[in-house]
């Protein structure tokens, strides 16, 4: 079974600059999350989608941040402007979610894109 | 607010010791606690915990849940040099459909040869 896939693996850019990142989840994941891992740090969850709905984005900052999976599949992440402490690692992760009246939410994560801000 | 602390931040042990990391949570509307285990990529699952009192195993490694407590333990026996990586600790909320994680910020365990 193939994992969570993410891509860019590495990205540089400058303060101000735009940067998107692309996931794809494992197949048949109903779930899907974004994490922002600043070193040192756990990851801390930015958006989750349930299919093509936002369930829960209370801590993303929506004045740079925005995200989407509009078929319910893969989804992007966008920063614009980026800022200095935007720099983290930023995580994608899926799970299988409800099935039938059973919810199953071991999450199972991408290897990450690492964003650097100068 | 939602909150998870671990302890210990780091450690040093050698191959073959026995190691104990613990994690205490605060959380509404606990659902499940989850142990990951971070190497130089993703978080890689190893255990979710639900029910108290019942330890999960997997090899070397076990873990155990306190519901009345709040904590949870992660132990690993006769530790090897690929056990080294940083261990999160994770819990999720019920009652809904919102159920991210909310993180610790790991113990970053070393083991020297």
């Known amino acids: 079974e193939a994992g969570v896939a993410q891509s860019p693996r590495y990205k540089i850019i400058e303060k101000r600059q735009s940067v998107a990142f692309w996931c794809n989840p494992i197949?048949?994941?109903?779930?899907l999350y974004w994490y922002q891992q600043i070193l040192g740090q756990g990851p801390k969850l930015l958006i989750q989608?349930?299919?093509?709905?936002?369930?829960?984005d209370s801590q993303l900052p929506k004045d740079r941040f925005s995200a989407e999976r509009l078929k319910g599949v893969d989804s992007t992440l966008k920063i614009q402007p980026a800022k200095l402490e935007d720099s983290a690692v930023y995580l994608c992760?899926?799970?299988?979610?409800?099935?039938?009246?059973?919810?199953?939410?071991?999450?199972?994560f991408g290897p990450g894109t690492r964003l650097t801000v100068l | 607010e939602d909150k998870v602390v671990q302890s210990p931040l780091s450690l040093v042990v050698h191959e073959g010791d026995t190691v104990t990391l613990n994690c205490s949570y605060e959380v509404t509307n606990f659902r499940s606690l989850l142990w990951y285990k971070q190497e130089k990529k993703a978080p890689t699952f190893l255990f979710m915990l639900t029910s108290s009192g019942i330890e999960k195993k997997s090899g070397r490694l076990s873990s155990i849940l306190d519901k009345k407590e709040l904590f949870s333990i992660l132990n690993i026996t006769a530790t090897q040099t690929g056990d080294s990586a940083i261990y999160l600790c994770?819990?999720?909320?019920?009652?809904?459909?919102?159920?991210?994680?909310?993180f610790g910020k790991g113990t970053h365990l070393i083991i020297q040869p």
């Open positions: 992760a899926s799970s299988l979610g409800w099935v039938g009246v059973t919810q199953y939410n071991e999450q199972f």
């Open positions: 197949s048949g994941h109903a779930t």
């Open positions: 994770a819990v999720s909320r019920g009652g809904g459909g919102a159920d991210g994680l909310t």
């Open positions: 989608f349930q299919n093509n709905g936002v369930v829960d």
